[in-house]
């Protein structure tokens, strides 16, 4: 990141370290920030405590010159912030007459009399710059000095957004002479292939990538790659996206299944309307997880005719015809039952596919030939037939999520094979 403008990120708030309350503002400022420009070299997280709050700040600063922090800028005891960042610039607070105005003329329109608690909103750093909230009664602040510029910015999500817009990026954008080349990304969806083995199979690629950098980002929905311009002009990066996109598609061919945030269930749903195919789904485990990401995405009704979540045993016979024999013989959770799970799907609703999932969520119900984790997946294309077991660690919630993506992997798969 050579020569790109660089910003650190600190929320405040001892209600984030004790897991109350997630940081969604960092991430929205990432990426916000990243599209004007500027690169977020490191975020952190730390309490409501002074001295904490001044030794990231020092930190921050003297690494990458400019900081925004978010967060206790409000008027209780526990808004610290902006005293604390005082101290470390060595600045008096002073009564800022103009926001003071401010305030009184707002809770005079609604009848309210101004508290001496919320007086103290108008209390800023001496010097500092006043960044006027129009959502909030807490406005940012930006104290500068030689080693850079820490701007604060309440930790209200909605005034945060708004700050940022209206006052931190024609703030930041002045302070780097004007417009800065974006930091852009594009992200390529894999699945069904390990980090380890999609690294080897592309790793002799990735230097003719420069300056283009690629990071593998793994999930339970599989592995992103992600290419990232640190600074390039706009079209120069796109340009080197698009070589790199072919590059990397032509080399992997049909594990990639989609860019950005698109859901491999709607990569699904886009093949078989291609192909004219419909489709039922029959789950236990997942309990209609896969019906619902097939839905999730406009015109699911062009393919998809029914499913059905067969939770208990006495379900999977009498809606699917899966014969108690099977069931008695190799359990709810088999191949057998999946296959006759993903039969009786295809034939109850009159469909071309049809998938079925059937395993052991957890936390109980395991036992030592099928441990929590254990799980089948069918998938049937016109007469072709196949399944799969997998075995997931963790909760139950991954379990889950793994299995509805290794469903949809499979299915996927036999899709693209099948000949129009």
Known sequence: MTGVARAEII????????????????????????????????????????????????????????????????????????????????????????????????????????????????????????????????????????????????????????LTEQSVLPLLRARWSGALPPVLSLRLRTA???????????????????????????SSEGVDLRLTSWGLPEAEARTRFTVAEAELRTRLGPVIYGSGAEDLAA??????????????VAESCTGGLVAKRLTDAPGASEFLIEGFVTYANEAKQNTLGVAAAVLVKHGAVSEATARAMALGARARAGTDCALSITGVAGPDGGTVEKPVGTV????????????????????????????????LTLLRDMVLETVT
């Open 11 to 162: 929320a405040i708030g001892t209600e984030l370290l004790l897991g109350d309350t997630i940081d969604g503002n960092g991430a929205w400022l990432g990426h916000v920030l990243a599209a004007g420009g500027i690169a977020v070299a490191r975020r952190a997280v730390v309490g409501d405590n002074a001295r904490d709050i001044q030794d990231a700040v020092e930190e921050a600063l003297e690494r990458s010159g400019c900081v925004i922090c978010s967060g206790g800028l409000g008027p209780t005891r526990d808004d610290i912030t902006k005293t604390a960042v005082a101290r470390l610039f060595q600045r008096d607070m002073v009564m800022d007459a103009g926001w003071l105005d401010e305030l009184e003329r707002r809770y005079s329109e609604r009848g309210w009399m101004l508290t001496e608690s919320s007086r103290g909103q108008a209390l800023v750093p001496r010097d500092a710059t006043v960044l006027h909230n129009t959502r909030g009664t807490a406005p940012g602040l930006a104290l500068e000095d030689e080693r850079g510029v820490v701007i604060l910015l309440p930790g209200v999500p909605h005034e945060l957004r708004g």
């Open 267 to 280: 990569a699904v749903g886009r093949e078989l309307v291609a192909r004219g195919l419909t489709l039922a």
């Open 376 to 407: 089948w997946i069918a998938a049937a294309v016109h007469d072709r037939l196949e399944a799969r077991r997998i075995n997931v660690l963790g909760d139950r919630a991954h379990v889950r999520d793994r299995s509805a993506q290794a469903a």
């Open 192 to 218: 069904g292939v390990p980090e380890s083995v999609l690294a080897e199979g592309i790793d002799d690629l990735v230097d003719g990538f420069a300056p283009l950098t690629l990071a593998y980002l793994p």
